[in-house]
């Protein structure tokens, strides 16, 4: 079992930068492939990025690339989303997931879920 909560969400102006943060609970955190989706209003939830066990290996959604940089540090059982040059496209909830298996974006690998942060771009 593992718990997630997210933390680091809030309102910027476009151009800006955040960085989430995913803290897990468990002892196996280690061994799962972490995953950030986001879920704007009125649309469905999509895959943003997504880090294996080790954090040697990364993907990304074309709209994020080179924008957005994911990280783990297993030592703090932590995922990290640093989110540079916002737009307001870019704004929704975000959420944390953990897959027990290869990293993926695919969002039926994952098991476990956090309850979410917003962020909000302004214009």
């Known amino acids: 079992q593992v718990q997630l909560v997210e933390s680091g969400g809030g309102l910027v102006q476009a151009g800006g930068s955040l960085r989430l943060s995913c803290a897990a609970s468990g002892r196996t955190f280690s061994s799962y492939a972490m995953g950030w989706f986001r879920q704007a209003p009125g649309k469905e939830r999509e895959s943003v990025a997504a880090?294996?066990?080790?954090?040697?290996?990364?993907y990304y959604v074309d709209s994020v690339k080179g924008r957005f940089t994911i990280s783990r540090d297993n030592a703090k059982n932590t995922v990290y989303l640093q989110m540079n040059s916002l737009k307001p496209e870019d704004t929704a909830v975000y959420y944390c997931?953990?897959?027990?298996?290869?990293?993926?974006?695919?969002?039926?690998?994952?098991?476990?879920w956090g309850q979410g942060t917003q962020v909000t771009v302004s214009s």
């Open positions: 997931a953990a897959a027990p298996g290869p990293v993926s974006l695919g969002e039926d690998r994952y098991d476990y």
């Open positions: 880090i294996s066990w080790s954090g040697l290996t990364k």
